[in-house]
Structures are given as structure tokens and as C-alpha cells.
């Protein structure tokens, strides 16, 4: 078939789209000096900023291990707070190296954004927080609520799933923040919030009620939230998926900011792998062998952004539980450093 003239230009805007995407990030980040982030707007445990304009959060120590990693100090990060419809454009127009914001790794978000998933950093799933006055033991006896919701999210799929499914009706409240989306719950203008099961936990440490709310048993979803990059750069996201790699395989092999220095004369080779770079691990991903030390020693290993941020260390209290290792219960499971 002969090709037409609209034909061929789209065929080289596509071919120029690719090689955009295709520029190395990691070149980018290393002259911009600073890692660009993408956050929440807000959500504590995740990305919240403090009274100093610090964030903090686990999604927050996934970027900061990544500066880490790449530019060699983890307070080389510039955080840009992005509402759930925001983040992917922000993502594909470059605006943001990197997208760590509580974000569901899903298919049609995998293949059709033009985006890469690389890993799971929480496993989450939907659940519904209702005010005890309401009177309701399960999501089964939620027919015809009125549920606050945010914009954008696969919170809103499933609900509208979950409803279709058990025959129920409902009716949508929603908004583009979760400061709003918890506002709009204690003014009642809904009966219930729905949201990852994480986040939950997150906005009850906000209510100001919070003793006459409670989290109905049900999860109706698997949200496997992880750090996002840009198709067309392998190398930049085999860095983002080895940086999270290395602080899981670190609390496995007993590897953590306290230890890692007395760590770098362990006898065992995996260890050494892993915080000296034996067998050129950091060279093989485009950056020095010191790669993984640099995470551990300034963020730490995934039990310890775990717990300080959602766990025994802060108001969330969230147990382990899924995100507990592959060996102690949980399915967290990276693949080995060698
Ligand atoms: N994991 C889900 C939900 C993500 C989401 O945006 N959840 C809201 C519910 S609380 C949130 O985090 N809001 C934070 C914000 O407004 O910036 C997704 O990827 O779609």
C-alpha cells in the first residue's frame, strides 16, 4: 500500500515522540542535579509535607533512595504534588522523572499511557470508612449510600464494579484532593469514603471524630501500588526497579542504615553484592558500585521506610501484613542482587 502524506507525517511524529521518550532521564537528572517527583498533594504516611515544608512518607523515601542511588546525596529531590487526574500527564510530559504517588498498577495504565511500572512498593486494596452511626457492618449493606470519592483513581472503577456486581445502587460525591474528599465525609454530604485501605488508615489520623468511624471488613480490590517511570528509557527504569530491589533484598539479608557500614566487610557474598558491589552491580545499572550502600546508609532498608512511615513509627499503625517478606508470612519478594 502506498502510504499517503498524513500517513508519513504521522509516522514521524510518532518516530519523534519515541525518540523523546527514549532520551536517557539519567542523563537529564545528573545535569539537573535534583530528582523531579511526583507526589501526592497530601496523605499522610505516603507523601504529606510537614510544618517545615519537609515530605515525608513512604513514596516519599522511594524518590529520595532513588537520588540516592543516582546522584549520590537523598536530598536532591524536588517534589511535585499532583492530584490523581494530574499525575500521568505529568509524568509523560516530562515535567516529573519519576511518579511515586500511591499509584495502582493496573494494564490498561501499564500498556496504554505510553508508562512502566516498575515494581510494587505496597500492596493495598479498597475499603470503606463509614461513621458508626450509620449503622453498617458490611459494604453488602451499602445499597443506595451516597460515596465520596476521588477523581481519576481506580477507587472509582471498582466502586462502580462493586456496586454493579452485588445489584446495588449509589450515588458518586466526588473531588479531586483527599483533603476535600474528607472534608466532604465529615460534612456529611456522603455516607461513606472509599478509598485504598492504606489511605483509610492515613485520613482517620485527620478526622476529628475518628472514634465514631470504622473500616467495614470488606476489600473489594487488589491495589498493588508502586513507582511509575516513562516507556522508552530501559535504563532508567532498571534503576528505579533495582533502587526499590535493593531496600527489600537489604531487610532480607539483615542490611540496614544502622549495620551497613560494619556490613561492607560481611563474609556473605550476597551481602557484599548488595553494599560493596561486588561483581559491578552499580556499573551494570549506569551508576558506581556504591549505588546501594548510599540508599541503605540515607533512607534505609524497606523495613525501615515501612515502619517509620505507616508502621509501629507512626500514627498509622499499620501491621506488615501483604507487605510483610515472601519468608515471614507476606508475598514481598525481589529478585536477588547478583
Ligand atoms: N491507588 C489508587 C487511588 C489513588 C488516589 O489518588 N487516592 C486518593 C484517595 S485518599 C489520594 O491518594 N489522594 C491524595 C491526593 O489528593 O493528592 C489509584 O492509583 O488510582
Known amino acids: 500500500m502506498k502510504s499517503t502524506p498524513i500517513l508519513v507525517a504521522a509516522a514521524a511524529v510518532a518516530a519523534l515522540v519515541a525518540g523523546a521518550a527514549q532520551a536517557a532521564t539519567l542523563d537529564d537528572v545528573k545535569s539537573k542535579g535534583v530528582l523531579s517527583c ?6 499522610p504516611g505516603f507523601s504529606a509535607p510537614d510544618a ?3 515530605w515525608n512518607g513512604i513514596d516519599v523515601d522511594v524518590c529520595r533512595a532513588i537520588a540516592a542511588a543516582v546522584l549520590g546525596d537523598a536530598g536532591k529531590v524536588k517534589f511535585t504534588p499532583l492530584t490523581a487526574k494530574e499525575r500521568f500527564t505529568a509524568l509523560q510530559s516530562g515535567e516529573i522523572d519519576v511518579l511515586a504517588r500511591n499509584t ?3 494494564h490498561t495504565r501499564d500498556t496504554s499511557l505510553g508508562l512502566n511500572f516498575t515494581g510494587v512498593h505496597y500492596y493495598d486494596g479498597q475499603g470503606f470508612l463509614v461513621t458508626k ?5 458490611s459494604a453488602k449493606e451499602l445499597d443506595g449510600a451516597a460515596v465520596c470519592i476521588q477523581a481519576g483513581t481506580t477507587t472509582e472503577l471498582n466502586l462502580a464494579d462493586y456496586f454493579r456486581f452485588n445489584k446495588m445502587q449509589y450515588k458518586a460525591v466526588v473531588f479531586d484532593t483527599s483533603e476535600q474528599t474528607l472534608a466532604g465525609f465529615e460534612a456529611n454530604r456522603c455516607d461513606v469514603l472509599t478509598s485504598d485501605q492504606s489511605q483509610l488508615y ?5 478526622i476529628k471524630n475518628a472514634a465514631n ?6 476489600v473489594i480490590s487488589k491495589e498493588p501500588l508502586g513507582p511509575v517511570v516513562r516507556q522508552g528509557d530501559d535504563q532508567w527504569f532498571n534503576i528505579v526497579k533495582w533502587t526499590l530491589n535493593a531496600m527489600i533484598n537489604a531487610e532480607e539479608l539483615g542490611v540496614s542504615s544502622k549495620n551497613v557500614d560494619a556490613k561492607k566487610s560481611d563474609k556473605n557474598p550476597a551481602v557484599a553484592r548488595l553494599v560493596v558491589g561486588t561483581g559491578d552491580m552499580g556499573k551494570k545499572l549506569g551508576l558506581d558500585n556504591d549505588w546501594a550502600y548510599r540508599i541503605l546508609k540515607q533512607v534505609g532498608n524497606y523495613s525501615e521506610i515501612f515502619e517509620r512511615n505507616v508502621g509501629s513509627g507512626s500514627p498509622l499503625k499499620i501491621s506488615r501484613g501483604l507487605n510483610a517478606l515472601w519468608n515471614q508470612g507476606g508475598i514481598l519478594y525481589a529478585p536477588p542482587i547478583r
Open 133 to 137: 452511626s450509620l449503622g453498617v457492618k
Open 104 to 106: 495502582t498498577w493496573t
Open 38 to 43: 511526583g507526589v501526592s498533594t497530601g496523605l
Open 202 to 206: 492515613a485520613l482517620r489520623t485527620k
Open 52 to 54: 517545615n515544608k519537609n
Open 213 to 218: 468511624t470504622v473500616v467495614l471488613p470488606e
